[in-house]
């Protein structure tokens, strides 16, 4: 028979447990919306038009609309389906600043999300800094990182770093387009 000196041991690191399932579960979350607030802006705003032209700008012009047109039409299905394509733009930003908000305050001054080794939410809140606002500059996301969440930029810096030293690199390389 457990004594109850161990019951309430065992008691607490469950808690703890779930305390941390839990937090994982919310950067998850926040992390899976705010890339599909992504894939909205780029899709489906004024960015799309560059976007299509970067993507299939290559191709001659009825082809490059049509899959195009293919693309967008998937991904506005995709977003609809998961309930982020129900909200108009102005409630998508604002969930998508809300969520990135909670994410910075989460972050806080540590070097990553979990504290001094990076994660997989590391790898996702990356990927996201890195193709909304070095991607897309002009979006609200990369607006956001510059102003209010300093700290996304600077832990994007440090993943950056410590992952892809030569990213300055590659992403200078300019793409043919013959």
């Not at 809140?125 to 300093?150: H, M, N, Q, R, V």
């Amino acid at each position: 028979m457990l004594s109850s000196q161990n019951s309430i041991v065992s008691h607490r690191s469950w808690l703890i447990l779930c305390t941390r399932q839990r937090f994982i579960n919310q950067v998850y979350l926040c992390v899976c919306f705010i890339h599909r607030s992504l894939a909205y802006y780029r899709w489906f705003t004024d960015f799309a038009v560059g976007m299509r032209e970067k993507l299939f700008g290559h191709l001659f012009p009825p082809l490059k609309y049509l899959i195009f047109y293919m693309v967008q039409r998937k991904v506005g299905k995709d977003l609809w389906n998961h309930g982020i394509g129900r909200h108009t733009e102005q409630e998508l930003f604002k969930i998508a600043e809300r969520d990135l908000l909670a994410v910075s305050e989460i972050l806080g001054p540590k070097k990553f999300v979990f504290g001094d080794k990076p994660c997989l939410a590391d790898a996702g809140l990356f990927a996201f800094i890195a193709g909304s606002a070095w991607d897309c500059p002009e979006s609200p996301f990369a607006e956001l990182t510059k102003t209010k969440l300093k700290n996304l930029e600077k832990h994007a810096q440090r993943m950056k770093e410590l992952y892809y030293p030569d990213w300055d690199k590659i992403t200078a390389k300019k793409y043919k387009t013959e």
